[in-house]
């Protein structure tokens, strides 16, 4: 329970009760989303947040926010290639897609998966876990990209976006289970 004054603190004494009353249980919470739980008198956007908050696990939240930002350095290595190194797009996209990874890993290893954090030579073999498992997705990622901005000619940056995009889902699912397992 946190100290924003919208939970009803009368209900700790039963909670402490039931604790300390019921052998089989290690554990009480309390949540806005049970039976007789309310969100009070919150306004519709902040109802909406909690909603989200209390559906989306907040590592999946930090996980796409690094990818993000995973994005925007892809996108710019992409563009520096393409513009400044003068590299065809299939070799910009796949340059560009081998930074944002190993970028990618570094920071979740850091942020999204810190309380599991691989060090050393953990750190090694998780990068290439990462890289390898990251590759199979890199693959559709510059596949998806060539064919929207070779066959159907659209915007470098759009293409590089939905190759990005089709490798997130991937990545993160399985990532998630065997780079950082416990």
């Not at 004494?13 to 007789?36: F, I």
């Not at 995973?70 to 290639?81: K, S």
Request: net charge neutral.
């Amino acid at each position: 329970m946190d100290a924003d004054l919208q939970h009803d603190e009368r209900l700790l004494p039963r909670m402490l009760d039931t604790l300390k009353s019921e052998p089989m249980v290690d554990a009480v919470v309390g949540s806005r989303y049970v039976e007789q739980g309310s969100i009070g008198t919150w306004n519709r956007h902040r109802a909406w947040l909690s909603i989200i908050g209390h559906v989306i696990p907040i590592r999946f939240v930090v996980f796409t926010l690094v990818g993000g930002l995973g994005l925007v350095v892809h996108l710019a290595v992409l563009w520096l290639c393409l513009n400044l190194m003068q590299l065809t797009f299939e070799l910009s996209q796949a340059t560009a897609t081998g930074v944002a990874i190993i970028g990618n890993f570094t920071l979740n290893n850091w942020l999204t998966y810190h309380d599991r954090r691989l060090i050393g030579w953990k750190f090694v073999r998780g990068l290439l876990s990462f890289a390898l498992i990251c590759g199979f997705g890199a693959v559709g990622n510059v596949g998806i990209a060539s064919l929207l901005f070779t066959q159907h000619h659209a915007v470098w940056w759009v293409a590089g976006i939905a190759g990005a995009a089709m490798s997130a889902v991937w990545n993160y699912a399985v990532t998630s289970t065997l780079t950082w397992r416990e």
